[in-house]
């Protein structure tokens, strides 16, 4: 069992940055990919960004590639999200979450998941 806890959500203004960490207890994450989504008001859970256990591969959603970053810490066992040039559409409720080997946009491929922190871009 991996327990995650999400961190680093609140209000910023658009154009603001903030970092999300994500950090792991229990079973070690160190090997598995790690993945970012999204759930705003009423719509669907959405992929945000994924980083493989050794760094090497990345990957980010269209809507916020150029101003998001994921990176890891491995010996610290956490993941974190970088924002950058924030806009009000990215208000939602971020997750970070675990589970397959290699790094995959899709929700059903992840089998942890935090509790989220809510992000709140104004305009």
């Known amino acids: 069992q991996v327990q995650l806890v999400e961190s680093g959500g609140g209000l910023v203004q658009a154009g603001g940055s903030l970092r999300l960490s994500c950090a792991a207890s229990?079973?070690?994450?160190?090997?598995?990919?790690v993945g970012w989504f999204r759930q705003a008001p009423g719509k669907e859970r959405e992929f945000v960004a994924t980083?493989?256990?050794?760094?090497?591969?990345?990957y980010y959603a269209d809507s916020v590639k150029g101003r998001f970053t994921i990176s890891r810490d491995n010996a610290k066992n956490t993941v974190y999200l970088q924002m950058n040039t924030m806009k009000p559409e990215d208000t939602a409720v971020y997750y970070c979450?675990?589970?397959?080997?290699?790094?995959?946009?899709?929700?059903?491929?992840?089998?942890?998941w935090g509790q989220g922190t809510q992000v709140t871009v104004s305009s």
């Open positions: 979450a675990t589970g397959p080997r290699v790094p995959t946009t899709k929700v059903r491929d992840y089998d942890y």
């Open positions: 229990g079973r070690t994450f160190s090997t598995y990919a």
């Open positions: 980083i493989s256990w050794n760094f090497i591969r990345t």
